[in-house]
């Protein structure tokens, strides 16, 4: 079982910048992967960034240029530095963690972003 925790969300003007991190936890976390997904108000969840514990990342082609998705795996530890945000990019963003050998993700309970006009 695999526990997930965000931080860093907020309230920022258009344009302003904010760093999303998620810590994982629990016993033989083994992570293969982690990433994050947003869903806005009225939207389905969506793929922001995924980031392989070798580094290697994808990103929505609406935050490219924008989101960089990094992690720590010896801290088990994801960020998502969010620059020049728009207010299309309000919503929970949710944290997203796989294990090596299990399949299924475990996820976060989100936390607020909010990109004001």
């Known amino acids: 079982q695999v526990q997930l925790v965000e931080s860093g969300g907020g309230l920022v003007q258009t344009g302003g910048s904010l760093r999303l991190s998620c810590v994982a936890s629990?016993?033989?976390?083994?992570?293969?992967?982690m990433g994050w997904h947003r869903q806005a108000p009225g939207k389905q969840r969506e793929a922001v960034a995924t980031i392989s514990r070798r580094g290697n990342t994808n990103y929505a082609d609406s935050v490219k240029g924008r989101f960089t998705c990094s992690i720590d795996i010896a801290k088990n530890t994801v960020y998502l530095q969010m620059n020049n945000l728009k207010p299309e990019d309000t919503a929970i963003y949710y944290c997203?963690?796989?294990?090596?050998?299990?399949?299924?993700?475990?996820w976060g309970q989100g936390t607020r972003v909010t990109v004001s006009s």
């Open positions: 997203n963690a796989g294990q090596i050998g299990v399949p299924r993700a475990f």
């Open positions: 629990g016993d033989n976390l083994n992570i293969n992967a």
